[in-house]
């Protein structure tokens, strides 16, 4: 019965452990996603500084644009490192939560290995008993005889 109870919540810490894997492929997946916007974000910065850097001479309203793009795109940035930061913080827990499920399945593992070998131990020392009974069941008959 023990055996089968270690067997049940190997399976559960196993597919626990799965699911962490997948969270951990899905945030990778996600953090790459992310990682690529802010360059991007980074790469429309260096485009728009590379105009104020080229031009010398602008007219009020086109000043006005690139500053206000500038912030916005500066703005973006910082929202785009927040995410970056909060996905690759999550990804740690994540990897810890794997860690963790991983562990403990292994306990679960050798907890059912050692109960296993102490009933197959339990039962060669039944066996043996019978035999040695019938051993001695055996030789009583035989001195009767």
Same mark, same amino acid.
């Given at each position: ?18 699911? @962490? ?38 007219? %009020? ?18 929202? %785009? @490192? ?9 990804? %740690?827990?994540?990897?810890?939560? =794997? ?27 039944? =066996?043996?008993?019978?035999?040695? @009974?019938? %051993? ?10």
């Amino acid at each position: 019965m023990q055996i089968r109870l270690l067997d049940l919540l190997c399976r559960i810490k196993r597919l626990q452990e799965e699911r @962490e894997i997948l969270r951990k492929k899905q945030a990778l997946e996600l953090l790459k996603t992310l990682k690529k916007e802010y360059e991007e974000l980074i790469e429309e910065r260096k485009k728009v500084s590379q105009v104020f850097t080229k031009s010398r001479f602008f007219k %009020a309203e086109e000043l006005q644009d690139l500053i206000r793009l500038r912030d916005s795109i500066l703005e973006w940035e910082k929202i %785009a @490192e927040k995410k970056l930061k909060d996905g690759y913080e999550e990804l %740690a827990k994540i990897e810890e939560e =794997l860690l963790e499920r991983h562990k403990e399945r292994r306990l679960f593992e050798r907890l059912k290995e050692k109960e296993m070998w102490k009933q197959s131990e339990e039962e060669l020392k039944r =066996l043996y008993r019978e035999l040695d @009974e019938l %051993a001695l069941l055996i030789q009583g008959q035989e001195s009767r005889r």
